[in-house]
């Protein structure tokens, strides 16, 4: 448990809990690929309720008290493009681990009939990718992209390409 006795540790550990109940719609999810959409129902309504009631308050929370501080502790103290890169080597071990599982499912094609677990794996990581990547852009292009739009020419952006 390398976050005990950290000053953060009880924002860490409820990121952990959050994350934890949220299994609540990975069942409903995995339910619902194996074709029960009957049993996934009540999970899948539990699981709006949990997002509502839980995560949002969270993000407010952020909005209203931590991010604050965090903006400050960055200025002093940080780098602002840090979390855009931790993001990309998110993104980079999921094509890693997206490649690995065409390969699989390819295999297994070929082999025959595919595991329903190989598809399933492939759609998951699919999916992941699709989102993950849809957020990273919207950001980019929200927070970094508008501040150059009106601090920098056309033509400092464009040297930039050719770098
Ligand atoms: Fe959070
Ligand atoms: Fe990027």
Do not use: C
């Amino acid at each position: 448990m390398p976050n005990r006795g950290k000053p953060t540790e009880r924002i860490r550990r409820h990121h952990a809990e959050l994350m934890e109940r949220l299994s609540i719609m990975r069942q409903a999810l995995d339910a619902l690929s194996h074709g029960q959409a009957e049993k996934a129902t009540s999970g899948l309504q539990e699981s709006v309720h949990f997002l509502n009631d839980e995560l949002k308050p969270h993000a407010r929370w952020e909005e209203e008290s931590l991010y604050p501080v965090v903006a400050e502790l960055v200025r002093s103290y940080g780098r602002p493009t840090a979390t855009m890169e931790v993001e990309h080597g998110i993104l980079l071990q999921l094509f890693r681990e997206y490649e690995k599982a065409v390969q699989d499912l390819s295999v297994a094609t070929q082999a025959g009939q595919p595991p329903d677990e190989a598809v399933e794996t492939v759609k998951r990581l699919g999916w992941q990718i699709d989102g993950l990547l849809s957020a990273h852009f919207s950001e980019e292009e929200e927070v970094y992209l508008e501040l150059a739009d009106r601090h920098m020419s056309r033509g400092d952006v464009d040297a930039l390409l050719h770098e």
